[in-house]
């Protein structure tokens, strides 16, 4: 891999930096785009990061955001998602598709499933009860995973099929003049509690107690399944002795950490 030394009167472009190339899954799942708004933030620097939708766990500033959307959608919207399916196949009696899905429906015989959405064999994508919110706040994964199907399905006219147990219009509501307070309230909301750019949240779960653990990052636990779920919060905000969260990572070494990504 080629060195890039950076120049202070330079400006760096990261493109299309929502897509998982960017991972780098031995620093878990720290990303080159993550690593570079940490940088702009904390040492300076001038990226700048071209994207269909912003990741809002990194992006803080404001944000404006400017789209006009006409997606080609076949809607089938009923009181379950059984009642979609039979709506659909009134209207398609004869019809078998290999789709790509962002939730298969198990044990129906008019779709089989494809991996991936890039598949060259696919004949339709089918969106299940699709959503760009979390506990009635917009969720930028969401929309980024969205925007990144319906973009792929138009630019190689792919079709697209809609099941949804409420009323529902994917355009209208992309094209919404509220977005931006959308945006704002999901940028308000994880700077108070994470996860963002400065306050990272990993999460494990314990089969017993934790005994003998440094507390001082730790929230919890709470009851899930049998186990005990634990969260630490790390604030780059506050001042903290580094050692203690050395410390407490080799006390944890154990265990499965997971970075929370979500509100």
Not at 72 to 92: A, Q
Not at 222 to 232: C, P, S
Request: glycine letters at 2%; hydrophobic letters at 35%.
């Amino acid at each position: 891999m080629k060195k890039i030394n950076l120049e202070e009167d330079t400006n760096y472009y990261f493109y299309d930096s929502n897509h998982p190339a960017w991972k780098m899954p031995k620093l878990n799942n720290l990303n080159m785009t993550e690593a570079a708004y940490l940088k702009q933030s904390i040492f300076g620097g001038s990226f700048r990061f071209i994207n269909e939708f912003p990741n809002l766990e990194f992006h803080n500033s404001t944000y404006s955001y400017h789209a006009e959307h006409d997606y080609e959608l076949e809607y089938f919207i009923d009181n379950s998602i059984k009642d979609c399916i039979n709506l659909y196949s009134h209207k398609h009696k004869n019809e078998h598709l290999n789709v790509y899905s962002n939730s298969p429906i198990e044990d129906i015989k008019y779709f089989s499933y494809a991996d991936k959405v890039t598949d060259s064999n696919l004949d339709a994508i089918l969106l299940v009860n699709p959503t760009i919110v979390t506990n009635n706040i917009l969720n930028s994964y969401k929309v980024i995973y969205l925007l990144s199907i319906l973009n792929h399905a138009k630019n190689n006219n792919i079709r697209t099929i809609v099941f949804s147990t409420n009323d529902l219009d994917i355009n209208k509501v992309l094209n919404s003049k509220s977005i931006d307070k959308w945006i704002k309230k999901e940028q308000d909301t994880r700077l108070k509690y994470g996860p963002s750019l400065l306050n990272k949240i990993f999460t494990f779960k314990s089969k017993e107690l934790l005994k003998d653990i440094n507390d001082k990052f730790l929230r919890g636990p709470i009851q899930v399944e049998g186990e005990y779920l634990y969260e630490i919060n790390i604030d780059f905000n506050k001042s903290y002795d580094y050692l203690e969260i050395m410390e407490m990572y080799q006390d944890l070494r154990n265990y499965d950490l997971n970075r929370a990504r979500f509100i």
